[in-house]
């Protein structure tokens, strides 16, 4: 729609209710902005928000919004000079004086569902969410790549005079038997850090898996955990994946009480003590229809995975499941989650 929806979580946590809403027309006038994505608060209480395009669904690549306190339009900030053609998530270290900013695609393109023709004609950027370390001393952060399925690590250079960056970690596509494609790329979404930075966690949207690796060493993660929610090759679809020795093979997805595990894994959530990982599986509605669409028909759903914090290891919690297709006015898509006194996607510390 464009808005942007307060909710006020203080007052009775139970029963949030609605305190404002920004109309999208108000910020199309005073901004040029539209297709709202990301949103951080600021020191000085102001809220800045990430734009994906203009009303027009072109790519907006370098503007942000600016809302004072109270939420009022206060209007654009976008950082004079060279100028970003994409924008999405970004995230912003203070002591370090650097906001870096990722990219996904122009809404006309993205809105209409997943088209390799569009990445060809260089409707899309490279990358998704971004995250600094929670350290705010620290100088590094990752990246994922979707379509590439790599997660990047960035970093400033050791006279810290700029940034570069590494491949950190790749997941290989797998060859695969009944799909559009002779190969699939695990389409990486929701990258986290747990709040004491030593794991990071992220899901394949089409494998099916989330991953959670050691990066107490960030320029070596180690992967130490891994468990299938979903995805295009559980067992039952019609998709196989093909081993290098010519086998066949199909993820073993669990029921949670009596309910299949529809879509794929798409963003994460992490609670404070770091020892429960919940997963959504509803990435974009017309993307969803085109890959899962029983998540459209369906609705889609929360689960919970519990964490070993000690050794490493991910477990899917039997006793857990939040089902949006029973909501009054579902079947609705659930993708975000946040905690409402801040969590590991939204703190930042000065």
Known sequence: ??????????????APSLHKVVEPEHIIEKTG???????????????????????????QGNGFLLLDSQFNIKGRWEKPGRK??????????????????????????????????????????????????????????????????????????????SWSHEVAISVKPLKVQNWILPEMPGLIVGLLISLDDRFLYFANWFHGDVRQYNIEDPKNPILVGQVYV?????????????????????????KIQGHCLRGGPCMTQLSLNGKRLYVTNSLFSTWDRQFYPDVIEKGSHMIQ???????????????????????????????EMRYPGGDCTSDIWI
């Not at 902005?33 to 790519?59: E, M, Q, R, V």
């Not at 950027?125 to 600094?132: D, S, V």
């Open 33 to 59: 902005l539209a297709y709202p994505h990301t949103s951080h608060c600021l020191a000085n209480g102001d809220i800045i928000i990430s734009f994906l395009g203009d009303k027009d669904g072109n790519a």
């Open 84 to 161: 970003a053609e994409f924008s999405y998530d970004f995230w912003y270290q203070p002591r370090h004086k650097t906001m870096i900013c990722s990219s996904f695609g122009a809404p006309l393109a993205f809105t209409q569902g997943f088209n390799l023709k569009h990445v060809e004609d260089g409707f899309y950027g490279r990358q998704l969410f971004i995250r600094f370390l929670h350290d705010p001393t620290k100088d590094t952060g990752y990246v994922e790549c979707v379509l590439s399925s790599n997660v990047v690590r960035f970093f400033k250079t050791q006279d810290g005079s």
């Open 230 to 254: 979903g995805g295009l090759l559980q067992k039952g679809s019609p998709i196989t994946a093909v081993t290098e020795d010519g086998k066949t093979w199909q993820a073993d997805v669990p």
């Open 1 to 14: 729609s464009g808005r942007i929806y307060v909710i006020d979580t203080q007052k009775n946590p139970k």
């Open 305 to 335: 995975i519990d964490v070993d914090i000690e050794n490493g290891g991910l477990k899917i919690n039997p006793d857990f499941f939040v089902d949006f297709g029973a909501e009054p006015d579902g079947p609705c898509l659930a993708h």
